[in-house]
T-cell receptor, first 113, second 114 residues
Framework: GENVEQHPSTLSVQEGDSAVIKCTYS??????FPWYKQELGKRPQLIID?????GEKKDQRIAVTLNKTAKHFSLHITETQPEDSAVYFC????????????FGTGTRLQVTL | NAGVTQTPKFQVLKTGQSMTLQCAQD?????MSWYRQDPGMGLRLIHY???????DQGEVPNGYNVSRSTTEDFPLRLLSAAPSQTSVYFC?????????????FGPGTRLLVL
């Protein structure tokens, strides 16, 4: 089955700096890669996703890149703000949808003033 | 729309008891899934469904059953609760159209098995 590894497990950045979280996956058939933000005690929230026919996708301060050859994908957050502090999860699916996901173990992002 | 709803919010069970975690969505989403979240382990897929009458196992299906008799409901049944099933359970639904995925998670059910 699919295995998704996520690094780092914790990340501390100063407000205004950029943050990068990296994930690798094992199943070359995986074709859908979403990222989630989860605040303490709350449900995960889909923030951005990318499909295997695209190399990069941006949404305001958030971007995701995908390298199919190396089987890794990354989340980039620019101009970080205190409200970006949360746990971020990457995930992968070989079904092309969010119905069957394998998650990474999460990155706790702390944005300090 | 109420989105994805889950009941109960919190439940305490004794080992060996059975119960059903309810999940419903009113967005006519075809895909629904159940995940459990344990500290430091992210979310793990228990069962999922790609439409009414269709279900399949995920990564950790043992000890759980599901059914999808309607598009709206996707209950998760614990057959004989064990302390290892203490976790937070999230239900999710999604819809794919024109290459754009829309997905929502329910608020979660916190389960404690003694």
């Amino acid at each position: 089955g699919e295995n998704v590894e996520q690094h780092p497990s914790t990340l501390s950045v100063q407000e205004g700096d950029s943050a990068v979280i990296k994930c690798t996956y094992s199943d070359s058939a995986s074709n859908y890669f979403p990222w989630y933000k989860q605040e303490l005690g709350k449900r995960p929230q889909l923030i951005i996703d990318i499909r295997s026919n695209v190399g990069e996708k941006k949404d305001q301060r958030i971007a995701v890149t995908l390298n199919k050859t190396a089987k890794h994908f990354s989340l980039h957050i620019t101009e970080t703000q205190p409200e970006d502090s949360a746990v971020y999860f990457c995930a992968a699916s070989n079904g092309g949808t969010a119905s069957k996901l394998t998650f990474g173990t999460g990155t706790r992002l702390q944005v300090t003033l | 729309n109420a989105g994805v709803t889950q009941t109960p919010k919190f439940q305490v069970l004794k080992t060996g008891q059975s119960m059903t975690l309810q999940c419903a969505q009113d967005m006519n989403h075809e895909y629904m899934s159940w995940y459990r979240q344990d500290p430091g382990m992210g979310l793990r897929l228990i069962h999922y469904s790609v439409g009414a009458g269709i279900t399949d196992q995920g990564e950790v299906p043992n000890g759980y059953n599901v059914s999808r008799s309607t598009t709206e409901d996707f209950p998760l049944r614990l057959l004989s609760a064990a302390p290892s099933q203490t976790s937070v359970y999230f239900c999710a639904s999604s819809y794919l159209a024109s290459g754009q995925e829309t997905q929502y998670f329910g608020p979660g059910t916190r389960l404690l098995v003694l």
